[in-house]
């Protein structure tokens, strides 16, 4: 990161110290591109993206963990390391640390809810190796009535055409589940993807899906200076990119602004001497301030809605990341791993295609934007004569109650007690969104 000298000159010139970008084409030469379009091509790009460029940056176990025979936690990581070393990746997802129990559990909060009197319809976004279909499918095929497992539906919706391939061959394990289930290489987030509107009852489940999502990244120059929006360019003549600051107008940054109400207008008289002296100390003690926001968590959501309006939202990802140094609230860990260690970087631009960008999820902010695109916050602001009715009943859960509630927590324990889903993932959460008129 750079100096605070070299930043504040930064903020006079419109621009923050050049970083090093790489020449795979993923920023074009003579183009500025927002900072959501940067996150998205060094993650999802055909060609030089870190989830394209790979099929197993997501390690797949080969038989599930055995945690009754662990001692406990010392046994347990022991474990993990060597797993880590076999397997040669980047990361395990819990649904795969914890198969099938992780996604049992989900199945079951879906038994538990879902209007049973139509056809069970499934989508998952981001399905990655397929572990959490195959286990859904399995627990349907074993607990639910055999109606519900002879007529569900389950579509995956991928973006990696590698992993997509890897979903079919991990679900065909059974062969009975492949005519239950489809996966559609596309973009989530591409309304014209999803086709006509499908007004039938469903399940959306996006599980660390939030955290890979691009942002958008907002900067004030102080503390009462009026947030401007990032765009990335190259530095002429170089492979050299640097951050260069706008007024907002993006439609998408300004909404995304106003529902985390960061930006608000409407302050009082007392407020507005409150910020006339804090604009005395900013000028003279500038405090840069920079912020990220889930603009592509905002377009994904925004989407869902409009193409199934009576779904039922079941997300998982982590509410914190230890050891972050780019700045900014809610900002990314951003890390790569070469010859088995793993390298945090500290500016977001380093990200070259082979490392991952992941932020924490804002549950409180998730729950305004789900509300936002259902329509809900737009009633209220306008009501007329009658209270409107909230569309959605929203629930948040750390993982550990998520488990006790719909899981069956004795099988991931290990001999002394010890459990890891329970015990090491409290700062996963887990967000369920029904709608009003869905209820059982």
């Known amino acids: 990161m750079a100096?605070?000298?070299?930043?504040?000159?930064?903020?006079?010139?419109?621009?923050?110290?050049?970083?090093?970008?790489?020449?795979?084409?993923?920023?074009?030469?003579?183009k500025p591109i927002l900072v959501r379009d940067f996150v998205r091509s060094a993650l999802y790009d055909p060609n030089h993206g870190y989830f394209s460029k790979r099929s197993g940056p997501v390690g797949v176990l080969d038989s599930s963990i055995r945690f009754q025979q662990l001692d406990g936690r010392s046994a347990y990581m022991r474990y993990l390391d060597k797993l880590y070393k076999k397997h040669d990746i980047s990361w395990f997802t819990p649904v795969e640390l914890f198969k099938p129990w992780y996604a049992y559990a989900i199945a079951a909060s879906i038994l538990r809810t879902a209007n049973l009197s139509v056809p069970l319809k499934i989508y998952e976004i981001g399905g990655g190796s397929g572990t959490c279909a195959k286990c859904i499918l399995d627990y349907m095929m074993l607990n639910a009535p055999p109606k519900v497992y002879n007529t569900m539906k389950y579509i995956s919706v991928e973006i990696s055409s590698s992993l997509a391939e890897k979903q079919l061959e991990t679900v065909g394990e059974v062969r009975s589940h492949l005519s239950k289930f489809t996966v559609e290489c596309r973009d989530a987030t591409d309304r014209a993807g999803w086709g006509r509107k499908d007004p039938q009852p469903c399940w959306v489940l996006m599980l660390e899906v939030l955290d890979n999502l691009p942002h958008d990244l907002v900067y004030s120059p102080d503390q009462v200076s009026p947030w401007m929006e990032v765009w990335i360019e190259k530095v002429n003549g170089s492979t050299q990119g640097s951050e260069v600051y706008k007024p907002l107008q993006d439609p998408l940054i300004s909404r995304c602004v106003d529902i985390t109400g960061i930006n608000e207008e409407n302050v009082s008289v007392r407020d507005k001497l409150t910020f006339a002296a804090k604009g005395v100390v900013s000028k003279m003690f500038p405090k840069p301030r920079r912020a990220w926001l889930p603009t592509g968590c905002l377009k994904l959501l925004d989407t869902l809605h409009q193409a199934l309006p009576s779904m039922s939202l079941v997300a998982s990802d982590f509410s914190y990341l230890p050891d972050v140094s780019i700045p900014g609230d809610r900002a990314p860990l951003v890390s790569s791993k070469k010859d088995g260690k793993t390298l945090d970087h500290h500016n977001y631009l380093e990200a070259q295609g082979d490392a991952d960008i992941f932020f924490p999820t804002?549950?409180?902010?998730?729950?305004?934007?789900?509300?936002?695109?259902?329509?809900?916050?737009?009633?209220?602001?306008?009501?007329?004569?009658?209270?409107?009715?909230?569309?959605?009943?929203?629930i948040i859960l750390d993982s550990a109650a998520f488990m006790e509630e719909f899981g069956l927590p004795l099988k991931t324990r290990t001999k002394d007690g010890y459990n890891p889903l329970l015990d090491d993932f409290r700062n996963t959460k887990f967000y369920l969104s029904v709608p009003t008129h869905n209820k059982k």
């Open 362 to 394: 804002d549950f409180w902010l998730l729950e305004k934007i789900d509300h936002d695109c259902s329509g809900f916050s737009k009633e209220q602001k306008n009501p007329g004569t009658f209270k409107p009715v909230k569309k959605r009943r929203t």
């Open 3 to 30: 100096p605070m000298p070299a930043l504040r000159r930064a903020a006079v010139l419109g621009r923050w110290s050049p970083a090093a970008l790489f020449s795979s084409g993923i920023v074009p030469d003579n």
